[in-house]
């Protein structure tokens, strides 16, 4: 079978998208005050932070891996002799 895409078309090898995405993030960061940004995102109740929880429980479970990875959703800690 022979190549069936119309040059330019957009896929996974999309080498301008990427370029977008990259100018775009570059430009974000440099013009953001990103911690006001995390703390605006942050959850502001119990109530709310189950449900990122949950959200965040579920987006993994239709993940590539196919199921939830055994991950902390709570904030990094260091494991001892470490």
Do not use: C, W
Request: hydrophobic share 20%; net charge negative.
């Amino acid at each position: 079978m022979g190549n069936t895409q119309k040059p330019g078309g957009q896929g996974e090898g999309d080498y301008e998208a990427a370029r977008r995405y990259r100018k775009d993030v570059k430009d974000f960061v440099e013009s953001t005050d990103i911690d006001k940004a995390a703390h605006d995102a942050a959850p502001h109740s119990p109530d709310e932070q189950r449900e990122m929880t949950d959200a965040e429980r579920a987006g993994r479970r239709h993940s590539k891996a196919g199921k939830e990875q055994e991950m902390s959703l709570g904030p990094e800690t260091k494991k001892a002799g470490h």
